[in-house]
């Protein structure tokens, strides 16, 4: 089995990264190697399951500070079990769960008497929340920055109908184990030169539920859910962007032993849009104007995301000139307010002129005196003053 790989690596982070930090780095990776993105590629379903791992355990406070201390080890349900703390057990109130961590450590040394297998009977007798799941979908900029309602499609794995989540074939039910008699763990005594010791494992026939299926559902073969394809009906709210993750609860996979369902997470993906660029909130506009324009002043028809409005120029305006239109943006996340509007105006300068064109525009440049440059007439006084 290939060595796991640190998961501050696998996000591309540094030990210690912030929550913050974390989600963000989490976003940028799953949106990669997400399957939707990347169909048939068994590389990057590798990728993406890794990655989800190591979210689940530096997302979480607690696992992310076993982890920082233990490593994968401190993680790991199958491990030695520094899951409890270690030592922390040890005065401060804490009661004997530091006791209770360093017995499961050598609970398969020392015998069942220090409580590792019943530990491991209740970890896989517990409720379980089911796991989380993720879809990647695309909308158009205006329905990122209005909202929408789209309909998806999920596949995953749902509790069986047929079986209600049993596992059992209708009419039957679990039977008690008879290689563990129910308490999902089994004893074992060795001999030793030290004495006879007991070791106390987690009983294979049943996995340590206590409970055996004898007539497994037709359908789901006793696991208890089935795979299926499943449409629902999602919110996406105004003022979503580029990778915004939005959770919808329960949409996940069902629970195990009556836990809850996990949650389904939407990726989401803004396609560009052809005249608008955005930053955050605000929307920007590059807007070509004449010279008659520019010069004489004007008033612009400017189109925004709510349709035209006009918008008036001073005379003698430059190119690269910037203009701010309040409240035409984007809608702010769960706000009521909005982003603005800036719109940067570019002089176009004609081309393919007929004689009479070029003519009319020569007259016009000779009634043009300095006074009319202010620019050219600084950039020429400069000229001499390097030159004299």
């Known amino acids: 089995m290939a060595e ?35 169909p048939g590629d068994k590389t990057a379903e590798e990728k993406f399951k890794e990655v989800n791992e190591a979210y689940s355990v530096l997302s979480d406070p607690d696992k992310k500070s076993k982890y920082d201390r233990f490593g994968h080890a401190g993680v790991d349900p ?20 530091g006791f209770e961590d360093i017995f499961d450590m050598f609970g398969g040394m020392f015998g069942g008497g220090f409580g590792g297998g019943a530990r491991q009977q209740r970890q896989a007798n517990q409720p379980r929340k089911g796991r989380d799941l993720q879809k990647a979908i695309t909308i158009s900029f205006e329905e990122a920055a209005f909202g929408t309602k789209k309909t998806i499609e999920v596949n995953k794995y749902v509790q069986c109908p047929t079986c209600k989540g049993e596992g059992t074939k209708p009419g039957t039910s679990k039977k008690t184990c008879p290689k563990c008699g129910g308490s999902g763990q089994v004893t074992q005594a060795q001999k030793t030169p030290f004495g006879q010791f007991q070791s106390v494992t987690t009983c294979d026939q049943c996995g340590g ?56 997470y939407l990726v989401i993906s803004v396609r560009p849009h052809k005249l608008f660029s955005r930053q955050g909130d605000d929307l920007y506009l590059e807007m070509p104007i004449s010279f008659d324009q520019a010069a004489l002043g004007a008033e612009l028809v400017v189109p925004t995301l709510d349709g035209k409005v006009s918008y008036k120029i001073p005379a003698g305006t430059q190119p690269g000139t910037v203009f701010r239109l309040r409240d035409k943006g984007v809608k702010r996340l769960r706000r009521d307010s909005r982003g603005d509007l ?34 050219k007439g600084s950039f020429a006084e400069k000229l001499k003053e390097m030159f004299k």
């Open 4 to 38: 796991k790989r640190d998961y501050y690596e696998v996000l591309g982070l540094k030990k210690g990264a912030s929550e913050d930090e974390i989600k963000k780095a989490f976003r940028k990776m799953a949106m990669k190697y997400h399957p939707d993105r990347n």
């Open 78 to 97: 199958n491990g030695a079990g520094f899951g409890g703390g270690g030592f922390g057990g040890f005065g401060g109130g804490a009661g004997f769960s």
């Open 209 to 264: 539920s206590g409970k055996i299926i004898e007539e497994p559902c037709p359908d789901c073969k006793g696991s208890g859910r089935i795979r299926k394809t499943i449409k629902l009906s999602v919110e996406i709210p105004a003022g979503v962007d580029n990778e915004s993750v939005i959770p919808i609860r329960g949409q996940g996979e069902p629970g195990y032993n009556g836990g809850p369902a996990g949650d389904l």
């Open 342 to 375: 800036y719109v940067k105006v570019n002089l176009e300068v004609p081309t393919k002129l007929n004689g009479k064109q070029k003519k009319a525009i020569s007259e016009m440049s000779k009634t043009l005196t300095e006074d009319c440059y202010q620019k």
